[in-house]
């Protein structure tokens, strides 16, 4: 194996978390943010959770933010337009308190520098649910900046989603890359693993933050922390 281009998952992988406690956290946020605006909190979280499930659907032939304020705007009508400004300040001011329900990993920042002063492209394979401003506080939390990675995706810059391995295949298209030189890293064994393996990918589990919804045999995956990750790049550079 040659690796030529690494992808890095964010939440629970570059950035600890505990991914229902972040949802959680997240909806209050939201929820007290909007309910002023005339919002009622539980349709909210609905129409948020379907507008999520239209993007996880998307078939590439509009963005994810396009697939978003669609469905958005088949449940709220004019008002999801006219107050998409008021969710853009949500994510610049109040999505900034769920920061506190992140962890911090040094390593994180570490390697993603190592790897790339190998020589490795680097890019943020993210599920792109998040609009950039949101996608960018997160990477911030995780001692991260957009120049560090070759490219990352936000639901204005793809059509797909996780665990489509469609996804997959189109950011390694976009980097002029071969899914075979490509190592995938993440935290979820579904979303990172499976499909990364279906998109003809290589993987590596980061098992600090591990999901296995569906309690997989993780046995079959090269896995481990972020040295034993170096480890193993270093063994296949």
Known sequence: MDIKLVLFDLDGTLLPMNQDEFTKGYFKLLVNTMVPYGYDSEKL????????????????????EEVFWERF???YGRKAADDKPLFEEFYRCEFQEAKEL????????????????????????TNPVFPNIATVSRMAWAGLKPSDFEWYTTYENIGFCKPNPEYYREVVKRLKAKPEET??????VEEDMEAGIAAGM??????????????????????????QLMGYIWKNE
């Open 73 to 75: 705007g088949e449940i």
């Open 183 to 188: 190592l995938m890293v993440g935290n979820d």
């Open 45 to 64: 979280v609905g129409s948020v959770w379907s507008g999520i499930s239209a993007m996880v659907k998307n078939n590439g032939k509009q963005s994810n």
């Open 202 to 227: 290589n993987v590596f589990l980061l098992t600090d933050c591990l999901i296995n919804r569906e309690r997989r045999d993780i046995n079959q995956y090269p896995r481990g922390s972020f040295e």
């Open 102 to 125: 992140c962890g911090y990993n040094p390593k994180a920042g570490e390697s993603v520098r190592k790897i790339k002063g190998m020589g490795i492209k680097v890019a943020l394979a």
